[in-house]
């Protein structure tokens, strides 16, 4: 099929970055609408290929299929316009709504607001943890491989990278006598190539934090040094990501309390684009408080820079070898592994979250997380209730329950 023109790619893509809310599955269900149902530019077997592989990949896989679809209709351009445009459109309203809370987050209409928006955080995160539970549990060996990544975290506070690497390196030697699949065709790019391509991406990534070192900018390096490693690490979507983040960003580093974090995803789920944005919210924020208003946009900036850059290295370096990679079992095996660890990392999340929103004071000096039950908060333990028995019970939609929450809390407020 020959290339779509310019203006129809552009315009369809648009409205793909547009209409991105609701997590990845929404996004890839959008994605699949527009390529493959109404303009036919991708057959069903490419499209799922393509899905299957960016799963394979650390980082948003909604984002990447968006880089990989725009780079097979029409190449390198079409990929980097493609994920542009996926991402821009939510990144220019997290920065917006980044802004407006750092200025008015301390404002007491807002942060009861945020209450219900917190509520709903949980709500979501348990939705997700039901949904991806139900599509990656398939055998009891993948339940006890989620239960044993849960302890691992929640009790003994093994990183997130240890637990990822472990789960794949299982999953990987489970499926060493699979059979592999037919193998494509001889592949017809070099690996001159493909190294200069590698290459070419891999500086793109690096010059900021080459630039804020020359500047001895240590605040800026040191960000942008945690969220590169971060965009290698992010297998399994931005919920499983969150609770090394949350963990590293609040226990580690000190740039923003858990109640902040939990209102940076409420922020990033009522914006389009990939959930992942919430790193530039994190970085926005770490900051202002470190330097203000300039330095707020600048770490935000660059957060985004190293957050995305790498799918585009990731993308344009394996692309041509998809076919090949989907061949071999034992790299399922290896996703299979992760997606039943990420389970338990995503169960870690919801109880963490929770925990922040019920109880005003939480004990982290034991062994376990143990809440100060004479703080337990009424109001953000029924709007919690509330907000799991819209999203999860009722099945009405995110953008709905948050709108709801925030309301209810707000009116809470004024009320009392």
């Not at 799922?48 to 896989?61: D, H, K, N, T």
């Not at 200025?103 to 997700?128: D, N, S, T």
Request: glycine share 10%; with cysteine; charged share 10%.
């Amino acid at each position: 099929m020959d290339a779509p023109a310019f203006s129809d790619f552009f315009r369809s893509f648009a409205r793909i970055g547009l209409l991105s809310f609701g997590g990845p599955a929404a996004q890839i269900s959008v994605m699949h609408d527009e390529l493959v149902t109404r303009r036919g530019w991708l057959s069903e077997p490419k499209f799922l290929g393509a899905l299957s592989f960016c799963m394979l990949l650390p980082g948003p896989e909604a984002m990447q299929l968006a880089t990989y679809a725009g780079w097979r209709l029409r190449g390198v351009a079409g990929g980097i316009v493609a994920g542009l445009l996926f991402v821009v459109p939510g990144a220019s309203v997290i920065l917006g709504l980044g802004l407006g809370y750092a200025v008015w987050g301390g404002v007491p209409l807002v942060q009861a607001v945020f209450l219900g928006i917190k509520a709903a955080v949980v709500a979501i995160v348990i939705q997700a943890l039901l949904k991806l539970a139900k599509k990656a549990l398939s055998s009891p060996a993948h339940w006890v491989l989620a239960g044993l990544a849960f302890v691992a975290m929640f009790v003994f506070s093994v990183p997130f990278p240890a637990i990822i690497a472990t789960a794949a390196l299982w999953g990987w030697w489970q499926s060493r006598w699979a059979e592999a699949g037919p193998m494509p065709d001889a592949l017809t790019v070099r690996p001159a190539e493909t190294l200069r391509t590698a290459l070419i991406w891999a500086a793109l990534w690096a010059a900021p934090v080459v630039v804020a070192w020359a500047m001895g900018a240590s605040f800026l390096i040191d960000l942008a040094l945690f969220f590169s490693k971060l965009a290698v690490v992010t297998f399994g979507g931005a919920y499983a990501v969150l609770a090394y983040m949350t963990d590293t960003v609040v226990g580690t580093k000190g740039w923003l309390t858990t109640a902040q974090m939990i209102d940076a995803l409420g922020l990033a789920e009522t914006t389009p684009g990939p959930l992942i944005l919430v790193t530039q919210f994190v970085g926005l924020l770490a900051g202002y408080v470190q330097g203000g208003v300039v330095l707020g946009i600048t770490a935000a900036l660059l957060t985004l820079w190293v957050t995305f850059v790498p799918c585009f290295l990731w993308i344009f370096t394996g692309a041509p070898y998809v076919e090949h990679i989907l061949a071999r079992p034992r790299l399922k095996g290896a996703l299979a592994g992760v997606s039943a660890a990420v389970v338990g990392v995503i169960l870690n999340l919801s109880v963490w979250f929770a925990l922040h929103v019920v109880f005003i004071e939480i004990r982290d000096d034991a062994l376990l997380p143990v809440p100060v039950w004479a703080s337990f908060s009424w109001p953000g333990a029924g709007f919690t209730a509330l907000a799991v028995a819209l999203l999860v019970g009722a099945r009405l939609s995110m953008g709905w329950v948050l709108t709801v929450m925030a309301g209810l809390a707000g009116g809470w407020h004024l009320v009392l």
